[in-house]
């Protein structure tokens, strides 16, 4: 597609693109506030349709993009990564059940779709406006290798990428916040130094190729056997669903694959899961939770509650009480920070504890001074809640729901059709244990169908069938394939 092709898709016509040209490239020393020097490089060029202005494109964001009728809405998705996650599949991608792809779906496939593959930093309400930072590298001036997997949080937290001085200015006449949120270290040093998370699929790449070399490593002839120990040593903190599917993953991997090509190593390999907490899957029925540490205790899963984290070092973790423990991999799955551009908002009500956007139940942000709802600003997924709500979990099904809700109301503009209240329709919660057997929590649900739980081979069953039938054709073909080939041929351990 050529420039003026894109660009026409931004909304900017032929006279407007030497202004657009060169308002997207123009550069600012500081990040906030907004520069009102700056032009908007997407000035409305209609007054048929509104821009709604998307920050994200996670289960929120991209499904509100996907849903709003063109007709209507000139949409422009604003994402650093430009894809969206199919963040259940991340735990299967990291250990080469699944291919990564198959957790994956470009912004850019959506119809009548603009993608802004940039960070949103900070955000005028006053003149609707949003000031981004291209997260697109000139490929002339960086370096020839991908961004560091790992880059991901740690760039936005901690270590701001080399091309963040090119800010731009886009305008909203609507303006949808779903940038869900970090993961939590609760301030434990060395975490973002030496742990992993599992948030993106970068995260699960770089999983995936640590796993491969702490095997390969075990296995060159002058390790001694307290080294290859060490370097077998895969610990898990954080005993939600995250860290549980991904000790099961890892499971699956080591009793069948690793075990196969590295017969002499597996022996030496253990898998640990510590939480501060007194036990795992605290959100679950309690017969639930005990079905999951039986089939843990079985499958030499360690669980260790009560165990908090103290430090993390290069290859160690402090625990308080124990003293420090060595480790080859370390994955960090501890609940949720947020994330630094709702930090940065400053109009917004929010919820002292987590920080989140608190909402009406049409899902618009409240003023803070005068708790009615800002004009034109609406939020979802992990980064906002409902004010006086029920507390909702931080979930895809939340998020989900929430961006099919506000898409449905804002479809509605020019309808005598009245908007509707979000309600969360509870399908339930489900965990995979490894070995073929999963849990289903539907004791809270209010769909239809039989409430109750389900446990074993039959619930792996349904987790499965769920997960594909929520993906998009194209990722059910790819899943379908490479379920097939890991029975037939085994998982992919390609280290890349
Ligand atoms: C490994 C894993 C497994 C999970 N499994 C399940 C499950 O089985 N069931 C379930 O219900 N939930 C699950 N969850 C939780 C679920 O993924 C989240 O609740 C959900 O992703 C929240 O959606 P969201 O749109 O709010 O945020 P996200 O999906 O996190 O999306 C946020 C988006 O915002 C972008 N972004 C971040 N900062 C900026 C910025 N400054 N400007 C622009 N864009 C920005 C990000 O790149 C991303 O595209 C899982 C989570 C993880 C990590």
Redesign the pocket.
């Known amino acids: 597609m050529s420039f003026l092709q894109r660009s026409t898709r931004f909304g900017i016509n032929s006279s407007q693109l030497a202004l657009a040209r060169s308002v997207s490239v123009t550069k600012v020393a500081t990040a906030v506030p907004v520069d009102h020097g700056m032009k908007v490089c997407n000035p409305k060029t209609s007054t048929k349709r509104e821009r709604v202005v998307v ?7 991209f499904t509100v993009a996907k849903n709003l009728d063109p007709k209507l809405y000139d949409v422009t998705v ?4 430009g894809y969206f ?1 199919f ?2 599949l ?2 299967s991608t990291s250990v080469g059940t699944l291919e990564f792809r198959t957790a994956l779906e470009p912004v850019r496939r959506l119809k009548n779709v603009n993608l802004s593959m940039a ?2 930093e900070s955000i005028d309400f006053k003149t609707q406006t949003v000031t981004l930072n291209s997260a697109v590298p000139s490929p002339a001036t960086s370096s020839s290798h991908s961004l560091p997997p790992r880059a991901h949080n740690k760039a ?1 937290t901690i270590a701001p990428e080399k091309h963040q001085d090119e800010r731009f200015v886009v305008g909203y006449d609507k303006l949808v916040i ?3 949120a970090f993961s939590a270290t609760f301030g434990t040093p060395g975490v973002y130094e030496h742990a992993h998370f ?2 993106d699929i970068r995260d699960a790449r770089a999983i995936r190729k640590r796993i491969l070399d702490c095997f390969e490593r075990a296995s060159q002839p002058f390790i001694k056997e307290a080294e290859i120990r060490a370097l077998l040593a895969f610990r898990i903190v954080g005993g939600g ?2 860290g549980i599917e991904f000790a099961a993953e890892l499971h699956d991997l080591i009793t069948s694959d690793m075990k196969r090509i590295y017969p002499d190593l597996v022996g030496f390999s253990t898998i640990s899961l510590y939480d501060v907490a007194p036990g795992i899957l605290l959100s679950f029925e309690e017969s639930l939770r005990e079905y999951a540490m039986r089939r843990f205790s079985r499958d030499n899963v360690i669980v260790r509650p009560n165990s908090r984290v103290l430090e993390v070092g290069p290859g160690w973790m402090e625990i308080e009480g124990e003293g420090k423990v060595p480790f080859g991999l370390l994955v960090w799955s501890t609940g949720l920070e947020p ?1 630094p ?1 709702i930090k940065s908002i400053s109009q917004a009500d929010k919820d002292p504890r987590s920080q989140s956007l608190f909402t009406d139940n049409f899902l618009r942000v409240l003023d803070k001074e005068t708790g009615e709802p800002m004009k034109n600003v609406y939020a979802i ?3 906002s809640m409902i004010k006086d709500g029920p507390k909702l979990p ?4 939340v ?1 989900n729901q929430k961006a099919l809700n506000l898409a449905a109301n804002l479809n509605n503009a020019g309808t005598e059709k009245p908007d509707t209240e979000f309600i969360l329709r509870n399908k339930g919660s489900m965990v995979y244990l490894g070995s073929w057997r999963a849990i289903i929590d539907r004791t809270a649900t209010n769909v239809s169908g039989p409430k109750g739980e389900v446990t074993g081979l039959s619930a792996w069953f349904l987790w499965r069938s769920a997960y594909w039938s929520m993906s998009s054709w194209r990722n059910r073909l790819l899943m379908s394939v490479y379920w097939g080939m890991n029975l037939i041929t085994g998982r992919d351990i390609s280290r890349f």
């Open positions: 920050l994200g494109s996670g289960w929120g964001g604003v994402s650093p990564t996650t963040t259940p991340l735990a960070r949103a936005m779903s940038v869900g599992l948030k669903p995250t994330n551009l997924g992990d980064n931080a979930t895809a099904q998020a």
